[in-house]
């Protein structure tokens, strides 16, 4: 497996990916009965710390084991996309709340 150093294609990555993600949330929460600005705001709590998960900023630890995501897209055969650091997906989080909450 090769990786690649694409930043500008892995951010419209994890643009699409955090999308993702606040909709499959917020599809559940609506279907546990949830509107309005208490579906809003629990679709963006969750999503925001899904991809802080993701990103590595929850700082996982368990007896003694540190967890350290490191996210990266398929972007061919034996090809794997990533950005030189970290993920930063939370960044997009609110953005795109705005946007599938229409604000």
Partial sequence: ??????????DQHQQILV???????????VEAGLSGEKLKDA????????????????????DGIAVRPYLTFVSGEDELMHCGENSYAH??????IGQVFGK
């Fill in 19 to 29: 999308r993702e993600l606040v909709e499959q949330i917020r599809l559940k929460l």
């Fill in 43 to 62: 679709t963006g709590n969750i999503a925001f710390s899904v991809a802080s998960t993701i990103d590595d900023t929850a700082m996982i630890e368990v």
């Fill in 1 to 10: 497996m090769q990786l690649k150093i694409d930043t500008e294609t892995f």
């Fill in 91 to 96: 960044e997009y989080v609110a953005e795109i």
